[in-house]
């Protein structure tokens, strides 16, 4: 199995112009969370971590932990690549709105007109599915676990992405079932489901005339001087990349996991750094605005985190946190009587978070390696590390 559907999630939102050259913290000051993270990858057997903060002030603190690769003996650093798996989709979002607003696309439009082959829900033909329906997961398509888990391979994809979803959202397709959609209604139910990333991409292509992930590396990387982001293993050095690992039960040994991709990618495939994903949180806190370039416009970054009214009841899942609504991608949560934005990912021996709050300004992000939601003990320093990173970008000492 190459991921799974771990849902935990926290990310961002709103102005502030900062830089991202802005001095960094006393590395005193982050002495106790350095070793929490050091005694956890001790007591857990997990690898690495990549961890950044941006505090309100905009001064910004990166760091590494444990190792990128076990069996040469690389040590983690904030420059590290990582694979980001769900936790990606703040960056689709960010490009698809991107696209849609130089295009003057609305949100309600149907997405069928901008689509070589229609995306219809068999249950509700009458039903035309919308880009915001897909940004706040009420279009009613779903995620086959079956047909996900046999597409993901070693290395990238060689299937391209819009032929991927021909073959599984219309009729005749390879992958087409019936129920590749919910029986309700689209618009009507929150359904979290990978598809909705992939499309999204898809729509970018359709509507830039390039390929998403170019779209991206022109658009969103290169202005934000993300030099080593990717979604695809072959644009980037391998060997600055964290491996992923998963633990042996009973052995309380670690696996190696082979880099992997697969067709859908816009849905958890992006590769950065924690230094590099910390430059998403940045233009997003700064209202599209970094280093003096305007990214983003200020609609799209107000769209992202504009609440969508979906019924926190349909938001309960694997989740600690107390679902309170989405955004366009993100779900608004509260964790520790704060309201947060957040997305988590979750990939075979790669656990991630993004976390964004756009009262305090202040932001956080972090990937582990090693089999960390794999066990009740891991899952619960996840949980914990969730509570201490938002407590550390809201210091303001």
């Known amino acids: 199995m190459r991921k799974g559907p771990f849902v935990l999630t926290v990310l ?13 913290k006393s590395q005193s000051r982050y002495e106790s969370l350095s070793a929490y993270l050091d005694g956890k990858l001790v007591g857990l057997q997990l690898v690495g971590v990549g961890v950044g903060v941006i505090h309100p002030d905009g001064t910004t603190w990166v760091q ?33 709105l991107k696209a849609m607003q130089t295009k003057r696309i609305g949100l309600d439009t149907a997405i069928n007109a901008y689509l070589p082959f229609k995306v219809v829900n068999p249950n509700f033909p ?16 779903l995620y086959d676990l079956n047909t996900g888990h046999a597409l993901y391979g070693d290395g990238d994809a060689t299937m391209e992405l819009g032929e991927f979803l021909r073959e599984y959202l219309v009729p005749g397709g390879r992958y087409y079932k019936g129920t590749n959609f919910s029986a309700s209604a689209p618009g009507r139910a929150y359904v979290y489901s990978n598809i909705n990333a992939s499309l999204l991409g898809y729509l970018v292509e359709r509507i830039a005339g390039v390929p998403f992930n170019e779209y991206c590396r022109n658009e969103l990387f290169r202005p934000l001087g993300m030099q080593e982001a990717s979604w695809f293993l072959r644009d980037i050095d391998v060997s600055h990349m964290a491996v992923q690992y998963v633990a042996v039960q009973p052995e309380g040994k670690t696996r190696r996991v082979r880099n992997y991709g697969w067709p859908g990618y816009p849905d958890g495939m992006l590769r950065c750094s924690a230094k590099e994903m910390l430059r998403i949180m940045a233009v997003l806190l700064g209202d599209g605005r970094l280093d003096g370039k305007q990214v983003l416009t200020h609609e799209t970054v107000a769209e992202m985190f504009k609440p969508q009214g979906v019924d926190p009841a349909q938001l309960r899942g694997r989740s600690p946190w107390v679902s309170l609504d989405t955004g366009l991608v993100w779900k608004l949560i509260e964790l520790d009587g704060h309201r947060i934005w957040s997305f988590n990912g979750n990939g075979e021996g790669m656990a991630t978070a993004v976390l964004l709050d756009d009262k305090r300004k202040g932001a956080a992000v972090v990937w582990i390696s090693g089999g960390v939601l794999e066990t009740p003990q891991g899952q619960a320093f996840f949980a914990d590390l969730h509570h201490r990173l938002v407590a550390e970008m809201e210091r303001t000492d």
Request: cysteine-free; hydrophobic content about 50%.
């Open 12 to 24: 961002f939102v709103l102005m502030l112009p900062l830089t991202m050259a802005a001095q960094e």
């Open 64 to 96: 590494g932990f444990g190792l990128a690769d076990m069996e040469q003996k690389i040590p983690a650093t904030g420059d590290t690549i990582a694979m980001w798996a769900s936790s990606s989709k703040v960056v689709t979002a960010a490009a698809a």
């Open 126 to 141: 009458q039903t035309p599915i919308t880009f915001r329906m897909l940004l706040n997961h009420t279009s009613s398509i």
